[in-house]
């Protein structure tokens, strides 16, 4: 059984504005790390985390939530991975300011 092998994990999006072009990107970059297939789905509707524009598709607003699923080699990883985005709100893959000269 396919199923059996694919590992999930629901999260919610706590973001102010949702799930916008940031947060996806950094999904779709955070999966594509991985050697695993990663989807993440909205009620009936499953996307590839590896494309953006799918992942801006589901219109994940505030307080939604959204099943991390992957099957693969690292599936246990690229969930953890993404789910930890979800719980910091995004805010730890903020790029380090550049220092003012």
């Not at 693969?72 to 903020?94: C, H, K």
Request: aromatic share 4%; glycine share 4%; net charge negative.
């Amino acid at each position: 059984m396919v199923d059996a092998a694919i590992i999930r994990r629901v999260v919610t999006v706590n973001t102010e504005h949702g799930l916008h072009i940031r947060p996806c990107s950094l999904i779709a970059k955070a999966a594509q790390r991985y050697s695993s297939q990663v989807w993440v789905q909205k009620d009936q509707t499953r996307v590839d985390a590896r494309r953006v524009l799918e992942l801006l598709t589901l219109a994940a607003g505030p307080g939604a939530e959204l099943e991390l699923q992957a099957a693969g080699s690292d599936a246990e990883a690229v969930i953890d991975e993404l789910s930890r985005l979800f719980e910091t709100n995004f805010i730890d893959a903020e790029p380090s300011p550049v220092p003012s000269a």
